[in-house]
């Protein structure tokens, strides 16, 4: 069992920065590739990055790349997604999730767990 819990969200101004963190409890999160997923009112979920289990190969969705940076660091538990050059539109709910690999997560929207997410608001 891996529990997830987000922080870091707020409200920010556009053009600011944020970043998210997501802790993991348990040890078997370096196991898991990770994830950012988003979901704005109204609209479905969507996926935004993921990691590999150690970091190495990262991928993105074309409305993020070059604007969010997913990392991870093993030995705290935490992976975090670094959002700059925030527009209003990134207004949502944002979640991280486990999953088994970066192809379930990106491809498919599968993960095995979820945290409880993290509300960030952009103001234009």
């Known amino acids: 069992q891996v529990q997830l819990v987000e922080s870091g969200g707020g409200l920010v101004q556009a053009g600011g920065s944020l970043r998210l963190s997501c802790t993991a409890s348990?040890?078997?999160?370096?196991?898991?590739?990770m994830g950012w997923f988003r979901q704005a009112p109204g609209k479905e979920r969507e996926f935004l990055a993921a990691?590999?289990?150690?970091?190495?190969?990262?991928y993105y969705a074309d409305s993020v790349k070059g604007r969010f940076a997913i990392s991870r660091d093993n030995a705290k538990n935490t992976v975090y997604l670094q959002m700059n050059n925030l527009k209003a539109e990134d207004t949502a709910v944002y979640y991280c999730?486990?999953?088994?690999?970066?192809?379930?997560?990106?491809?498919?929207?599968?993960?095995?767990?979820w945290g409880q997410g993290t509300q960030v608001t952009v103001s234009s």
């Open positions: 999730a486990a999953g088994t690999s970066v192809s379930t997560l990106g491809r498919d929207n599968l993960a095995d767990y």
């Open positions: 348990g040890s078997t999160f370096r196991r898991y590739a």
């Open positions: 990691i590999t289990w150690s970091g190495g190969g990262t």
